[in-house]
Each structure stands twice: as structure tokens, then as C-alpha cells.
């Protein structure tokens, strides 16, 4: 694709896309246009992945056919403050903000600006990411098939109503920090029975990514597939009785409902 990509931000997430942009092969590096104040940074992404990087966010402003808006959500207003009057008049504005609705980007550029306002998460740096989509009216079909090719070259990417993304971050965007908190817990009860380090660790992630794929490729309900593993009187209905007395799924619902929550809170 000879269109150049901006990336204003490039933290955890900017980081995590524009790898697996890179890896996927959709931009090439020279065609990838990143800034941040934070040099260091920048120094680290041109060495690893070539591309070009600048301390000045209107250079991405004024180069990129379609800029990822990568930093934390109460930037947004600043950053957009200062590339506004920059940017190409055909641009199209990524915007993956926690809470950060379309009306209000459209309000702080202050023209019929097209957004695409999306959820990514980090796995896209494996080329694993969950992406959920929702395109403002001004993005032409098109437009729109080639941002939905950009987040489908590192994972899969939904189109959704925007009233659902704030489940989605519950879902797929925060969702794998609970996940590494239970291969970790995993891992710590392993290495109390016994197991090294490294191995509890490979055990438990492969195990989780396996299970993943079960659903995803059988498209058997999590509840037989669970079954399947839980012998009558075996160990598995041990360990599972004990989770449900120490409320896991409750603790579950419950946290992804504070996310939900905190993400309703941040769109005011
Ligand atoms: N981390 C995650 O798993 C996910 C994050 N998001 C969203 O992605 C956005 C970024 O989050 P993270 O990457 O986690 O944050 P981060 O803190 O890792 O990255 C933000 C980057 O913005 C840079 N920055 C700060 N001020 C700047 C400025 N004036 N101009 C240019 N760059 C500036 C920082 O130096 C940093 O590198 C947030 O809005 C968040 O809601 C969305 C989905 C998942
Ligand atoms: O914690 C956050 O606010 C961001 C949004 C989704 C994942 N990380």
C-alpha cells in the first residue's frame, strides 16, 4: 500500500500495532511516519523497525494519509488541538481511546472529519489482536474495508455499533491483563507443587492458548468443552468445584462490569 500511516503515540499499544502492521507487510516501514516526545523511544522503533520517527506531531499531521491516535485519552484534546489546522484534508482519524466516543473528535477538529474509532488490544503485536471497529458516517465503504484489512493483518477485527464498545473494552481490550493474571496465578501453584519457573509458565499459557483455540475452531459451547475435560470423580470436578465456591465466575462478571463501568465514565 503506497499510503502513508501516522502513528501519534508510541507506547504500549502503538508499539503492539505497528508491529504486527509491519510483520502482516500492509505498510512498508518507509511508509510508517511515528512521533512521541519521548526520544528515547523513537530511537528504539527506527532501530527495530526502520521506520520514520519525529518529536513533532505535525509532521505526522501533515505526511499521513491515516493517523493512528495512540496516546492515553486525556491527551486526546491536546494532541488534536495541535495537528487539527496540519492534517491532510482527506485524512482518516484512528482514534483507540478507552471512552473516546466519534462526536467528540469530530467536535475538536471541529469539521466532518472521518473517524474510525476503534478497541485494539496488545496482542496485535503477536498477530493475535481482537479489534472492534465503528466507522463515523463520513468514511466510505472503501475507507472503511481498508482500516477493517489494517486490523485484520495482525488478528480479527469486528464492526460494531459504537453504543457496544464499551463492553468490548471489558472484553477484548482489558481482557488480557486478567488473562496474564491467571496464567500467572496458574504458574505460582505450579511452582508450589513443584514445577520450575520457565516450565510453569509454558504449561500454563500453552494450556490457556489451546483452550482458546478449542472454542474458536470447534465452535463447541465452553460448557461441553469443559465437560469433556471433567472426569466423574476425577480431578478436574475438584478444581472446578473449588473455583465455583470461591466465586471465579462472579469475580469475573463482576470485574468486567467495573470495566464496563470506568469505560461509560470516561466517555462523559
Ligand atoms: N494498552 C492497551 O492494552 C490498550 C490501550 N488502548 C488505548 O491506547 C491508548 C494508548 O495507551 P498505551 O499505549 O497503553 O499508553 P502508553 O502510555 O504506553 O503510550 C502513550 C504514548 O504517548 C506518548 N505521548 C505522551 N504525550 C505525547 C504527546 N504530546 N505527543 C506524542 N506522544 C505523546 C507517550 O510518551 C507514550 O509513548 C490509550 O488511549 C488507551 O486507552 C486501547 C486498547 C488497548
Ligand atoms: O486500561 C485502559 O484504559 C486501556 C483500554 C483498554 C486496555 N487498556
Redesign the pocket.
Known amino acids: 500500500m503506497n499510503k502513508i500511516l501516522g502513528f ?7 508499539r503492539a500495532m505497528m508491529g504486527g502492521i509491519i510483520k502482516a507487510g500492509l505498510f512498508k516501514p518507509e511508509n510508517i511516519i511515528v ?4 526520544e528515547k ?1 523513537l530511537k528504539e522503533v527506527k532501530e527495530e523497525h526502520g521506520v520514520k520517527t519525529t518529536v513533532d ?1 505535525k509532521d505526522v499531521a501533515k505526511e499521513a494519509d491515516i493517523i493512528i491516535l ?4 486525556n ?1 486526546y484534546p ?2 488534536i488541538s495541535g495537528i487539527k489546522d496540519s492534517v491532510k484534508e482527506d485524512v482518516i482519524i484512528i482514534t ?3 471512552g473516546k466516543c466519534i462526536e467528540d473528535t469530530e467536535k475538536q477538529f471541529g469539521r466532518d472529519i472521518k473517524v474510525v474509532r476503534v ?4 496482542p496485535a503485536l503477536v498477530g493475535e489482536g481482537m479489534s472492534a471497529l465503528c466507522p463515523s458516517k463520513s468514511v466510505a465503504e472503501e475507507e472503511l474495508k481498508l482500516i477493517v484489512d489494517m486490523f485484520e493483518s495482525f488478528g480479527e477485527a469486528e464492526i460494531v455499533d459504537e453504543y457496544l464498545m464499551d463492553a468490548v473494552t471489558s472484553v477484548s ?1 482489558s481482557s ?1 491483563a486478567y488473562v496474564y493474571i491467571f496464567i500467572e496465578a496458574m504458574a505460582d501453584a505450579a511452582v508450589l507443587d513443584g514445577l520450575p519457573r520457565d516450565k510453569a509458565y509454558k504449561m500454563a499459557a500453552q494450556a490457556v492458548l489451546g483452550s482458546a483455540k478449542m472454542v474458536l475452531e470447534t465452535g463447541m459451547h465452553p460448557g461441553a468443552l469443559k465437560d469433556m475435560v471433567s472426569s466423574p470423580g476425577g480431578t478436574t470436578i475438584e478444581a472446578v468445584a473449588t473455583l465455583e465456591e470461591k466465586g471465579f465466575r462472579d469475580a469475573v462478571i463482576s470485574a468486567m462490569k467495573a470495566c464496563t463501568k470506568k469505560s461509560k465514565e470516561m466517555s462523559k
Open positions: 501519534i503515540g508510541n507506547g504500549n499499544m502503538g512521533s512521541d516526545i519521548n523511544s506531531n495512540s496516546v492515553k485519552p491527551l491536546l494532541i483507540i481511546a478507552a478497541m485494539p488490544n496488545t481490550g488480557p
